[in-house]
């Protein structure tokens, strides 16, 4: 019988035929709410909290803490209760209701920073409360055991259920992890394999997807791993988001919106080829906030 760890990962890749331009193209998602915890980030979750564990960082007493947007709060709010870990996750206070009832359905203490300051605000609250002691963050940012999940998982799986063939991956870039992860096994199993990541044109507001200020670029970001990078805009994004729900049957956030967008304009580029997008959650995440309006 399987526990849920045993669940993480794993996930189906999906045709998207109906939304796809180009006859001679396949776009395929990732279906990453089909995880636990229900998105992409309880694979990065457990990578993070499994090495802390491993390095014998996580001792009595401590207490973990780290920023998040709502995604990878939810996931380490779970993979930490099956650890007996403590755990307070800060978030802007403009998060949708559903992810702060979620992470405090899994015993989390929640943390709501002002919505002015972004979640540079919440990872500046996080860093000082370390500073004071007692507190262990992971630092999703910075830590490469959220990379390594995706090397370890997400890649092997792309290059296994696509048998191989496999030419463009497109994820959406946050704290980067999943681009990153990928990108490192896809580009070792075979270079010619393009890696687009999708970030906000200016001025846009995409829950999970984000154009940084060089002051707070994550630190695991290189590069050198992401061939090209593709601005996405809200609208595009909420567009998007709405009709994988209404025409393809897949019920996913803004973030899938935006890699699904990018994926329909490369398919719109290219002779033929394979690409992966990366349908990072539910759309039931956001039912409280305006992306699915009449």
Not at 42 to 49: E, K, L, S, T, V
Not at 81 to 103: A, C, G, H, Q, W
Request: charged content about 20%.
């Amino acid at each position: 019988m399987a526990t849920l760890l045993d669940l993480l990962g794993n996930t189906p890749l999906v045709e998207l035929n109906r939304i796809n331009p180009n006859p001679n193209v396949k776009i395929l998602g990732k279906l990453e709410g089909n995880n636990p915890g229900g998105s992409v980030k309880d694979r990065a979750a457990y990578g993070m909290i499994k090495g802390a564990l491993e390095r014998g960082e996580i001792t009595p007493g401590i207490k973990l803490i780290e920023a998040t947007s709502g995604n990878t709060g939810i996931a380490l709010a779970m993979i930490a209760r099956l650890f007996d870990i403590d755990i307070e996750l800060v978030m802007p206070e403009n998060s949708t209701r559903e992810r702060v009832l979620t992470m405090e359905a899994f015993g989390a203490k929640v943390t709501l920073t002002p919505a002015s300051e972004g979640i540079e605000g919440s990872r500046d609250y996080a860093e000082a409360q370390v500073a004071k002691g007692g507190f262990l963050m992971l630092n999703q940012f910075a830590n490469p055991d959220n990379y390594m999940a995706h090397y370890h998982s997400t890649g092997p799986e792309i290059w296994r259920d696509t048998n191989q063939t496999v030419t463009h991956f497109v994820s959406s870039m946050g704290t980067t992890g999943t681009i990153m992860g990928t990108s490192k096994f896809l580009k070792e199993v075979n270079p010619a394999i393009q890696i687009v990541g999708c970030q906000p044109t200016e001025g846009s507001k995409i829950p999970g997807i984000r154009r940084w200020p060089e002051e707070y670029l994550p630190k695991i970001y290189d590069p050198s791993r992401v061939d090209r990078v593709m601005d996405i805009s809200e609208d595009e994004a909420r567009a998007m988001a709405n009709t994988l729900a209404k025409v393809e049957g897949v019920f996913g956030g803004m973030s899938s919106g935006g890699a699904a967008s990018a994926a329909v304009r490369l398919a719109q580029e290219l002779e033929s080829g394979v690409i992966v997008c990366i349908i990072c959650d539910r759309g039931d995440r956001y039912l409280s906030s305006d992306l699915f309006g009449a």
